[in-house]
């Protein structure tokens, strides 16, 4: 069998035989959806993404008889060690064909240019970071997944532990279906409004930054506790209201108020993965129009709900979760959803109990299981 090579992308790796990985490992998944070759180069440009304003991170091809078969990215998060663990870097990226020795290449290598740079232990993964694509698909592979979300195969998991990884923590998607009796959570956010302490409103889309500033500052607030928290900050939102505004309705995002002053907001977004699946990657000649078009005019049948947050002195409350039922009903009835296949709240943790006993009263079991997982770096 020909032997291993790792290369690091612009050190001898390129960034087409970086995008051809995922294709190569899905080729015969009928729910994977390629990304946009564009989106996937400025996801990891330096002079684009806001991660590169603190952190720093390498890619990492493996070929096999000079054919891209597996990638991986390790990165250092200086925003996470502050926080959490001044000795951890992070993995991200992870797709390969099933064999144990690419995956094994492929993390010595990211294991490697992390402990030259003082880490001793490895998370992940996070694609750069966990307010981004994050977690590893471990169960729900029957579907496809929504944006920003981890397509693996069902092999990844074994690749990972056969690493020397082992669970860290887990997260869930939940999908709300037109089949789904939503009722419990109606009659909790009715039940919500009869006081009149609690009103709830559309997002104010002429004040589209000012709402976006709100937004992450009562996220960053109720986020604050979770496990692997990096808060969002003023790079991160300017980049966010860059990507979001062109295809922003009032009706997407969802406040509620008490005396007048925001205590929980939730943004729902149509699914992206749903129109550019036909794509095969590209924008031109036209797939740029047909975005557009699609985007604009809300013609897909899928969403996703992947911003929620609730002040912390509210949570772990009867008042709290009066609060996500009124945001999660509020964009369930009152957004152009007119007929959806489904909407996707996602991703929460398995340690947030709350949070998930509301998702499953809203939408029923879990329909995706994600893994974050932790390994040392031997010194």
């Not at 002053?261 to 036909?278: K, L, W, Y």
């Amino acid at each position: 069998m020909s032997p291993i090579e790792i290369r690091e992308l612009g050190h001898g790796a390129a960034f087409s035989d970086w995008v051809a990985v995922p294709v190569l490992v899905h080729k015969d998944d009928p729910h994977f959806i390629r990304q946009l070759d564009i989106k996937e180069r400025l996801r990891i440009a330096r002079w684009f993404s806001p991660f590169f304003k603190t952190g720093t991170a390498a890619f990492f091809v493996a070929y096999r008889g000079g054919r891209p078969v597996g990638r991986v990215s390790a990165q250092v998060n200086p925003a996470f060690q502050a926080l959490h663990d001044p000795d951890a870097g992070h993995f991200g990226f992870f797709d390969c064909i099933d064999d144990m020795d690419v995956s094994n290449a492929l993390f010595g290598a990211a294991r490697a240019w992390l402990a030259l740079r003082g880490c001793r232990s490895v998370i992940g993964p996070f694609s750069l970071t966990i307010n981004e694509e994050s977690g590893l698909l471990v169960d729900g592979f029957d579907e496809p997944a929504a944006m920003l979300m981890d397509q693996s195969r069902p092999y990844a998991a074994r690749l990972v532990e056969g690493a020397g990884f082992s669970k860290a923590m887990d997260a869930y998607a939940f999908r709300v279906r037109g089949s789904v009796d939503a009722t419990p959570i109606r009659k909790l956010a009715r039940l919500a409004l009869e006081g009149g302490e609690l009103t709830v409103r559309k997002a104010r889309g002429e004040r589209f930054a000012d709402e976006m500033r709100q937004f992450v500052e009562i996220f960053n607030d109720a986020w604050s506790g979770n496990w692997g928290f990096v808060p969002w900050t003023d790079a991160d939102v300017r980049a966010m209201a860059r990507d979001i505004k062109p295809f922003f309705r009032d009706e997407f995002g969802a406040v509620v108020e008490i005396g007048g002053q925001p205590v929980g907001f939730a943004m729902i977004i149509p699914d992206f993965n749903e129109v550019i699946a036909s794509f095969g990657g590209r924008l031109l000649p036209f797939n740029w129009w047909r975005l557009y078009r699609d985007m604009k005019d809300v013609r897909s049948r899928r969403f996703r709900i992947p911003l929620l947050g609730i002040r912390r002195e509210y949570q772990r409350s009867v008042l709290g979760a009066k609060i996500l039922a009124l945001l999660v009903t509020a964009l369930l009835e009152k957004t152009p959803l007119r007929a959806y296949d489904w909407v996707e709240l996602s991703w929460v943790l398995e340690a947030n109990r709350p949070m998930f006993s509301l998702c499953r009263m809203a939408a029923g079991a879990p329909a995706k299981q994600y893994r974050f997982y932790r390994a040392e770096i031997p010194s």
